[in-house]
C-alpha cells in the first residue's frame, strides 16, 4: 500500500527494533581495523534515528551490546563503551532539540560507573521527548530478561501467599524491560544473518521480520525506506483469517 500523495510508505509501523549488525565485515571488506566498522556504524545509527524521527516514528529499539559481546576481546568492548560515551555526548542535546527520549534496556551494572551515570543523565534530561523514543539495548538478553521476569513475577505471588495474584499477560509483561514500549511491528536486522540472536523474542512474537545483506555501517534513510515500504505490503493477520474467508 502507497500513500501516493507523500510517497512515504502506509502504514508505517510504531515500533521498529534493529539488530544492527555487519560492522566487522564492513572493516574487513576494506581492510580496516573492526572499530572502523563500529565508528561508521555509530554514524548509520545517526541517519537512522533522524530519518525515523522525520517519518514520523514512535519507537526505535536498536541492539547496541548483547549479554554474549561480553566474550568478545576487551579492547573491542572497551572502544564500543567509550563510542556510546560519545555518542551520547555529542547526541543528548540533539535528542532535546529534536523532541527524542532516550533509555536503555539490559543490565548495565557490568558496565563502568561513569558509563551507567552518563546514561542515567542523558535518559534523565531527555525524558520529556515526545516525538521518539530511542531505546538502546545494552548488556541485554532476551532469555535472561524473561527468566528474570518469570522469577519476579514468582516473587511477588509467594509474596502474597499465592492466592490473589493473578499471573498474565500484563502481569508478566510489566516485569520485562520493555514495560513502557508497544510490541515490536517491524525487525530490521542488517548484515545477512537471518537469526533474532536473543534480542525481543517475547516483544517480537508478530513483529515482520526483515533481513537485509547490507552492512550496517552501509544503511541509511534509503535502506530504511526500502523495510518500510516491504513492511506497508505485508499482510498482518496476528493469526486470524482475512474476512469473507470463514466459510470453512
Ligand atoms: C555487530 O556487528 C555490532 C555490534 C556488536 C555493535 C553495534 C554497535 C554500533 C552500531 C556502534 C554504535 C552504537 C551506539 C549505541 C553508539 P559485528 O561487530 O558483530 O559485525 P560482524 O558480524 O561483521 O563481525
Not at 22 to 35: F, I, Q, S, T, V
Not at 71 to 78: G, N, S
Not at 121 to 133: I, P, V
Not at 182 to 199: A, H
Amino acid at each position: 500500500m502507497r500513500n501516493a500523495d507523500t510517497e512515504e510508505p502506509d502504514p508505517l509501523p510504531r515500533h521498529i527494533a534493529i539488530i544492527m549488525d555487519g560492522n566487522g565485515r564492513w572493516a574487513k571488506a576494506r581492510g580496516k581495523p573492526r572499530r572502523d566498522g563500529h565508528k561508521e556504524g555509530a554514524e548509520a545509527l545517526r541517519r537512522v534515528v533522524t530519518a525515523c524521527g522525520e517519518l514520523g516514528i514512535d519507537f526505535l529499539t536498536v541492539y547496541a551490546f548483547s549479554m554474549e559481546n561480553w566474550q568478545r576481546p576487551k579492547a573491542e568492548i572497551a572502544y564500543l563503551m567509550s563510542l556510546i560515551a560519545s555518542y551520547l555526548r555529542s547526541e543528548t542535546n540533539v535528542f532535546v532539540e529534536k523532541g527524542i527520549s532516550f533509555d536503555v534496556i539490559g543490565e548495565i551494572e557490568r558496565f563502568s560507573r561513569s558509563l551507567q551515570k552518563q546514561i542515567a543523565a542523558s535518559a534523565e534530561k531527555t525524558a520529556g521527548g515526545k516525538d521518539l523514543r530511542l531505546t538502546v539495548a545494552l548488556g541485554y538478553g532476551s532469555r535472561q530478561e524473561i527468566v528474570t521476569a518469570a522469577a519476579r513475577l514468582a516473587e511477588k505471588a509467594s509474596g502474597c501467599g499465592g492466592g490473589g495474584f493473578v499471573v498474565d499477560r500484563e502481569a508478566f509483561e510489566r516485569e520485562l524491560y520493555t514495560r513502557d514500549l508497544p510490541p515490536v511491528d517491524l525487525l530490521i536486522r542488517t548484515g545477512g544473518e537471518m537469526r533474532l540472536s536473543n534480542f525481543l523474542m517475547y516483544q517480537s512474537a508478530y513483529a515482520e521480520l526483515y533481513f537485509t545483506e547490507t552492512y550496517w555501517p552501509d544503511f541509511g534513510k534509503e535502506e530504511l525506506l526500502k523495510a518500510l515500504n516491504e513492511f506497508a505490503g505485508r499482510e498482518r493477520r496476528f493469526g486470524t483469517i482475512r474476512e469473507g474467508e470463514a466459510s470453512a
